[in-house]
């Protein structure tokens, strides 16, 4: 095994390099043109972002830190297939949310959050839900791309780790505060060429710094032969399954994904989805390779931290001017979906907690955008605290992940099933959450009935996960009939078997306790709601007219009492 | 020589589809911002 230290870059070149980005990017969002700054703009950029920035933006704001480090170590982990098991299912869920983001588009043209569309469908306690949810995963994620920062400046150079938290945090808030998601998308532009043009040029050089593909041919006897099997069911259960249903939870939970789906033009929707699909899921499978060369060239991780693999690999193949084009990769990734996290926490402030809560439908618009900055700020202050405090913040993620996970067949059943309730929503959610604790952290001993209860429901969830998605592409038959065939085979097949992988049985858990009580409190009502109340109760925030007198406060027509 | 190949194949597919991804995207942009102009308003 390779032993290798990293290269070192000097004070000097670090802080020249964050300073030289984050100027860049500070001027870049100078060419906003800020006399035109209204409430949608802020939030959704008027709704008339186009396919190549739009899916730009989406792929940015999909890529964080973590997205290579992660798919490195899966690479490394699990050889071959490791790489596909990250990327592609982060990739397909792009691709998910697509027809689902078509349709809260027609049902919703005018709301800025999916909160927005919730709140006119149920109102407040689902809404709600979705709010604190976004609240949390938004805080957490801008805490680890802070935290990220600061350990890569902490382990390429002396700079200590305090001091690279809180230049990039103060850099992505500079260029975010005014604008707030026009910056993040135009900006996001820019850093996703460098990503891509860093990814591009990274990987090849790479392969043939070391010797070129023979080289790794040569030591394929190294690795076992899970690790060199491209259908390796180790990597599918451990990595693959408990990806794909946690990462389905996070693109139809985050507000940083819906706000470009309500952002990007609607006939621009279809392609900017499939483009991002395409070019996260290349970008990430292809860093993540660099994880199955250092497994295959018998690199060891440095202090064990896989977190090193790819700036080792950088280190001890490639000239140091690429230490400095990874420093601007992930630099360009954290904070591309730093900005994304602050814009979607002004908007959730904005327009869910005072435009729906607070103003009760009659938002001042100029008090609302100070709102959305004054979040920015807080929320960037609260993502320093955070990752200076250097949290476990697993236990966190698996919350919010849960949380996310039981919202999902809620969410999208209160888009399509006139029979949901608000009380059917809240109660799935509370249900969902419930039993995925109980089997995450192993409440009761998962043996016997219990365990048969729980794998069933399991099953269940994994019918609903396969289900939700023949559903979006090809309609209800194939949903339903996708949903039983797979629930019957994880019943058959997953018996005496998913107790024995908790943390996927737990995530699918919460999808099927969700579903199975939405369901089931929702055929209790016999109430019926009008889809087409959601877009008279949903509108834009400014009136121009209203605007520029500060003293009005600004009324959103048709929508002051009513509530479903 | 045939795994070599393979190999290679799987790993340098990646940047190669990240390449026209980038070059679809910058394309797509720049006719954005064209027809923006054009239409004298902003492009985001």
Same mark, same amino acid.
């Given at each position: 095994?390779?032993?290798?230290?990293?290269?070192?870059?000097?004070?000097?070149?670090?802080?020249?390099?964050?300073?030289?980005?984050?100027?860049?990017?500070?001027?870049?969002?100078?060419?906003?043109?800020?006399?035109?700054?209204?409430?949608?703009?802020?939030?959704?950029?008027?709704?008339?972002?186009?396919?190549?920035?739009?899916?730009?933006?989406?792929?940015?704001?999909?890529?964080?830190?973590?997205?290579?480090?992660?798919?490195?170590?899966?690479?490394?982990?699990?050889?071959?297939?490791?790489?596909?098991?990250?990327?592609?299912?982060?990739?397909?869920?792009?691709?998910?949310?697509?027809?689902?983001?078509?349709?809260?588009?027609?049902?919703?043209?005018?709301?800025?959050?999916?909160?927005?569309?919730?709140?006119?469908?149920?109102?407040?306690?689902?809404?709600?839900?979705?709010?604190?949810?976004?609240?949390?995963?938004?805080?957490?994620?801008?805490?680890?791309?802070?935290?990220?920062?600061?350990?890569?400046?902490?382990?390429?150079?002396?700079?200590?780790?305090?001091?690279?938290?809180?230049?990039?945090?103060?850099?992505?808030?500079?260029?975010?505060?005014?604008?707030?998601?026009?910056?993040?998308?135009?900006?996001?532009?820019?850093?996703?060429?460098?990503?891509?043009?860093?990814?591009?040029?990274?990987?090849?050089?790479?392969?043939?710094?070391?010797?070129?593909?023979?080289?790794?041919?040569?030591?394929?006897?190294?690795?076992?032969?899970?690790?060199?099997?491209?259908?390796?069911?180790?990597?599918?259960?451990?990595?693959?399954?408990?990806?794909?249903?946690?990462?389905?939870?996070?693109?139809?939970?985050?507000?940083?994904?819906?706000?470009?789906?309500?952002?990007?033009?609607?006939?621009?929707?279809?392609?900017?989805?499939?483009?991002?699909?395409?070019?996260?899921?290349?970008?990430?499978?292809?860093?993540?390779?660099?994880?199955?060369?250092?497994?295959?060239?018998?690199?060891?991780?440095?202090?064990?931290?896989?977190?090193?693999?790819?700036?080792?690999?950088?280190?001890?193949?490639?000239?140091?001017?690429?230490?400095?084009?990874?420093?601007?990769?992930?630099?360009?990734?954290?904070?591309?979906?730093?900005?994304?996290?602050?814009?979607?926490?002004?908007?959730?402030?904005?327009?869910?907690?005072?435009?729906?809560?607070?103003?009760?439908?009659?938002?001042?618009?100029?008090?609302?955008? *100070?709102?959305?900055? +004054? =979040?920015?700020?807080? $929320?960037?202050? !609260?993502?320093? %605290?955070?990752? &200076? @405090?250097?949290?476990?913040?697993?236990?966190?993620?698996?919350?919010?992940?849960?949380?996310?996970?039981?919202?999902?067949?809620?969410?999208?059943?209160?888009?399509?099933?006139?029979?949901?309730?608000?009380?059917?929503?809240?109660?799935?959610?509370?249900?969902?959450?419930?039993?995925?604790?109980?089997?995450?952290?192993?409440?009761?001993?998962?043996?016997?009935?219990?365990?048969?209860?729980?794998?069933?429901?399991?099953?269940?969830?994994?019918?609903?996960?396969?289900?939700?998605?023949?559903?979006?592409?090809?309609?209800?038959?194939?949903?339903?009939?996708?949903?039983?065939?797979?629930?019957?085979?994880?019943?058959?097949?997953?018996?005496?078997?998913?107790?024995?992988?908790?943390? *996927?049985?737990?995530? +699918? =858990?919460?999808?099927? $306790?969700?579903? !199975?009580?939405? %369901?089931?409190? &929702? @055929?209790?009502?016999?109430?019926?709601?009008?889809?087409?109340?959601?877009?008279?109760?949903?509108?834009?925030?400014?009136?121009?007219?209203?605007?520029?007198?500060?003293?009005?406060?600004?009324?959103?027509?048709?929508?002051?009492?009513?509530?479903? | 020589?045939?795994?070599?190949?393979?190999?290679?194949?799987?790993?340098?597919?990646?940047?190669?589809?990240?390449?026209?991804?980038?070059?679809?995207?910058?394309?797509?942009?720049?006719?954005?911002?064209?027809?923006?102009?054009?239409?004298?308003?902003?492009?985001?």
């Amino acid at each position: 095994m390779k032993d290798v230290s990293l290269h070192q870059l000097s004070t000097l070149t670090v802080i020249g390099l964050l300073l030289a980005f984050y100027g860049g990017t500070y001027l870049l969002t100078l060419a906003i043109k800020k006399q035109k700054e209204d409430t949608d703009a802020f939030m959704v950029s008027n709704r008339s972002v186009g396919f190549g920035m739009g899916a730009a933006s989406m792929t940015a704001t999909w890529i964080w830190a973590a997205s290579f480090y992660a798919a490195a170590t899966s690479g490394y982990t699990y050889g071959v297939s490791g790489p596909l098991h990250y990327g592609l299912w982060g990739a397909l869920m792009i691709l998910f949310i697509y027809p689902f983001g078509r349709r809260f588009r027609a049902l919703a043209p005018k709301a800025h959050t999916l909160g927005e569309l919730i709140h006119a469908r149920h109102g407040s306690s689902s809404q709600l839900i979705l709010a604190i949810s976004n609240v949390f995963g938004s805080t957490i994620s801008l805490m680890v791309n802070f935290t990220a920062a600061g350990a890569l400046v902490a382990v390429l150079s002396p700079v200590p780790f305090q001091v690279g938290v809180i230049i990039a945090a103060v850099g992505v808030l500079s260029y975010t505060l005014w604008s707030g998601f026009r910056a993040s998308v135009l900006t996001d532009f820019a850093q996703l060429i460098a990503m891509m043009t860093v990814a591009i040029l990274i990987i090849p050089v790479l392969l043939f710094a070391m010797g070129g593909p023979a080289a790794l041919v040569a030591n394929l006897d190294k690795i076992t032969p899970e690790q060199a099997n491209l259908f390796s069911v180790d990597a599918v259960l451990n990595q693959g399954a408990p990806f794909f249903v946690a990462v389905l939870a996070y693109s139809i939970g985050n507000q940083t994904i819906s706000q470009r789906l309500f952002a990007v033009r609607e006939d621009h929707i279809k392609p900017t989805f499939i483009t991002a699909t395409i070019g996260y899921g290349a970008v990430v499978i292809g860093l993540g390779m660099i994880g199955l060369m250092a497994l295959l060239v018998g690199v060891e991780p440095m202090n064990g931290d896989m977190n090193n693999l790819i700036p080792q690999m950088v280190s001890l193949y490639l000239p140091a001017g690429f230490i400095m084009l990874f420093f601007i990769l992930v630099i360009g990734s954290l904070s591309s979906t730093a900005d994304a996290d602050l814009c979607a926490l002004s908007a959730i402030m904005m327009a869910d907690v005072y435009g729906k809560n607070i103003a009760k439908d009659h938002p001042n618009p100029r008090k609302m955008l *100070l709102i959305g900055r +004054l =979040t920015m700020v807080v $929320a960037t202050a !609260i993502g320093v %605290i955070l990752a &200076s @405090l250097s949290l476990d913040i697993l236990m966190m993620l698996v919350f919010v992940g849960a949380l996310w996970g039981a919202i999902v067949f809620p969410v999208i059943a209160s888009c399509y099933w006139d029979r949901v309730t608000n009380k059917a929503f809240t109660s799935a959610v509370v249900a969902g959450l419930a039993m995925f604790c109980i089997v995450r952290f192993n409440l009761v001993p998962l043996k016997g009935a219990i365990a048969v209860f729980f794998e069933l429901i399991a099953a269940g969830g994994g019918g609903v996960v396969i289900g939700l998605m023949a559903f979006g592409f090809f309609g209800r038959r194939a949903g339903l009939l996708a949903s039983a065939a797979v629930t019957v085979l994880l019943a058959i097949y997953g018996h005496d078997f998913l107790r024995d992988y908790r943390v *996927l049985t737990a995530s +699918l =858990t919460a999808y099927g $306790a969700s579903t !199975i009580v939405c %369901i089931g409190v &929702s @055929l209790m009502s016999n109430t019926r709601f009008d889809f087409a109340e959601i877009n008279k109760r949903i509108g834009n925030y400014d009136n121009r007219s209203e605007t520029d007198d500060p003293t009005t406060e600004n009324a959103m027509p048709g929508m002051a009492d009513a509530r479903g | 020589m045939t795994t070599a190949l393979i190999l290679a194949s799987y790993i340098l597919i990646w940047p190669i589809i990240s390449l026209i991804v980038l070059a679809v995207i910058i394309g797509a942009t720049v006719r954005d911002t064209r027809k923006a102009r054009r239409e004298g308003r902003e492009v985001v």
